[in-house]
């Protein structure tokens, strides 16, 4: 049954590992993937941005797939839509443009066809799909989130109303998720994992109970994945020795890289992108808060975010 009224799905951005938290801790982070979607004959994607206009547009636009694939397992065929797509978050830059992506399909599958799926059940097709619950589950639930991913099973909190701000330096090149995992140990030895893992545990309790200190501490002393990836990030050690001297807390990795994402308390984000900016010119520096709501689907006329 064809559309009789637009609608709009937006997905917040994510960064996730914030340090040692490999794979289970994710932010959501207030740049969005926003999807227009009205009825069609057939299945047409559209954007304004260069970068997003190399994808097909039509139903094997990777959004498309992500939504026939999630409507086929609970035995339904979605009414083709026109789809036009805008998004601030940039491609393979380590903030989460394919799990926003995935996480948009399922919302565009879930409205279509009428699903009624609940964030716990979005959240499952999402992790399925992109093998991990922390970036898919900060796009869904918004704030911060730490999920396991075990046995075919998902588990995640949230948590929100941090009262901490980020900046992001986001280089021009790119560094795939494949080509930044593929340096990582397949293996840690028993004593490794308990120091990683202690580690992880320490920020999380670091962050929720505001002890910047500890938390910037935390995400330095990560052995599960940035002593391996810094040395594809180039500029690593100097965007972190900046950021520190001037406010931030803590820096990490943004996901797999190659964006650098630094921590500071509220009030001190603006001073510190600046700085940032005026340093490295070749990048581009974000001033950011996190995200509390995480995606929202609204009919275009009461859209408010």
């Not at 139903?59 to 999630?70: P, Y």
């Not at 639930?141 to 992001?168: H, R, T």
């Not at 120091?195 to 002393?221: H, I, R, Y």
């Not at 700085?275 to 490295?280: D, N, P, T």
């Amino acid at each position: 049954m064809p559309l009789n009224n637009r609608f709009i799905i937006e997905v917040p951005a994510s960064t996730a590992n914030l340090g040692p938290g490999f794979d289970s801790i994710g932010l959501a982070l207030d740049l969005y993937l926003t999807l227009e979607v009205e009825g069609s004959s057939r299945w047409e994607f559209y954007s304004t941005s260069d970068e997003l206009k190399q994808f097909p547009n039509d139903e094997q636009h990777f959004i498309g797939q992500v939504a026939i694939k999630t409507a086929e397992k609970y035995g339904k065929v979605l009414s083709p839509c026109k789809v036009t797509i805008q998004s601030e978050i940039p491609l393979a830059r380590g903030l989460g443009s394919s799990a926003s992506a995935i996480v948009a399909g399922i919302e565009l599958a879930d409205r279509i066809g009428g699903l009624g799926l609940t964030k716990q059940e979005k959240l499952l097709i999402a992790t399925e799909m992109e093998g991990h619950p922390d970036n898919v589950g900060a796009s869904i639930y918004g704030g911060l989130v730490i999920g396991c991913y075990q046995k075919n099973e998902v588990d995640i909190l949230n948590f929100a109303n941090l009262s901490f701000e980020l900046v992001v330096a986001v280089p021009q090149e790119i560094l795939l998720t494949k080509d930044s995992r593929d340096v990582l140990p397949e293996a840690f030895s028993r004593q490794e994992a308990i120091e990683a893992s202690s580690t992880a545990n320490l920020l999380v309790a670091a962050l929720l109970s505001q002890n910047w200190e500890v938390a910037g501490k935390m995400m330095e002393q990560d052995l599960f994945h940035q002593p391996y990836r810094k040395p594809l990030i180039s500029f690593y050690e100097e965007v972190e020795q900046v950021a520190k001297s001037n406010g931030a807390f803590g820096v990490a990795l943004s996901g797999a890289g190659p964006s650098v994402i630094c921590f500071t308390e509220k009030g001190q984000g603006k001073l510190l992108s600046q700085v940032l900016q005026s340093e490295f010119t070749e990048m581009t520096v974000k001033h950011l808060n996190v995200d509390n709501d995480g995606s929202i689907t609204k009919e275009v006329e009461k859209f408010v975010r």
